[in-house]
């Protein structure tokens, strides 16, 4: 199981929001290729890079910047937020990132077939939810599909790994949401990366406790910026 810290990118600048709420932002950096280098040197294998600008305009936003990111350190990067179509897709990983999430645009089956044929091995799926129904359009659009439905779809497509977020969660630092993550796990056979609520060593423990059911990582944001748990300790206890 690994841990990957998670780096939000708006304006240039390396941000949390509360609940994917913009109007709750708070800024921890101006130096988001800095930010990198830090968590890259704990020895972490990969790094979860989000442009929230694109994800609320629906384009790539920050990607020269993601690129200097991707130069600059020797871990994986992969990165999500407003990669709407193929040639997005493709500019991404020309940037070096080693990874594409796929978001918003997983709810359109035909377009997940088709990159997943062509780049499978590189996209990850990502289902953020909230009360078992996933939104999109950076957290903005309610859908009516659940969770488990769309990750059912991309187990059938052949993909391999889903990033899960439970919005409600998401930077509140009270914890992840134990019950909904052993619903998922229980209903395919994906790994599973989880992300939101992550505020202490404990919260780790108990995702640790989950990597039998096949979670596989945890992504971790607001707990490392505040200083609420230390990040050798929890690669630690995943990687141990």
Not at 78 to 96: F, T
Not at 205 to 215: P, T
Request: with cysteine.
């Amino acid at each position: 199981m690994k841990v990957m810290p998670a780096i939000d990118i708006k304006d240039g600048k390396v941000v949390r929001l509360t609940q994917g709420d913009a109007n709750k932002m708070t800024v921890y950096s101006e130096d988001p290729v800095g930010m990198a280098k830090k968590w890259a040197s704990y020895g972490v294998s990969l790094i979860h890079v989000v442009d929230l600008d694109g994800a609320i305009d629906g384009n790539l936003k920050n990607l020269g910047i993601v690129k200097k990111m991707a130069e600059s350190v020797k871990c994986k990067i992969e990165l999500g937020g407003g990669i709407r179509d193929l040639a997005a897709v493709e500019s991404v990983l020309a940037a070096n990132v080693d990874r594409v999430c796929i978001g918003t645009r997983a709810l359109d089956p035909k377009f997940l077939e088709f990159v997943g044929k062509r780049f499978k091995n590189k996209i990850v799926v990502s289902i953020d939810a909230k009360e078992g129904l996933v939104y999109s359009k950076g957290w903005i659009h309610k859908t009516k599909i659940t969770a488990i439905e769309l990750a059912k779809k991309a187990e059938d497509m052949g993909f391999s790994t889903v990033n899960y977020t439970d919005i409600s969660k998401d930077g509140m630092l009270q914890g992840p949401n134990i019950n909904s993550l052993k619903e998922l796990l229980r209903s395919v056979s994906l790994d599973i990366v989880a992300a939101g609520g992550v505020s202490s060593i404990e919260d780790v423990k108990a995702l640790k406790s989950l990597e039998e059911y096949g979670l596989r990582g945890v992504i971790i944001g607001k707990a490392l910026y505040e200083n609420k748990l230390d990040l050798a300790e929890a690669i630690k206890i995943c990687e141990g």
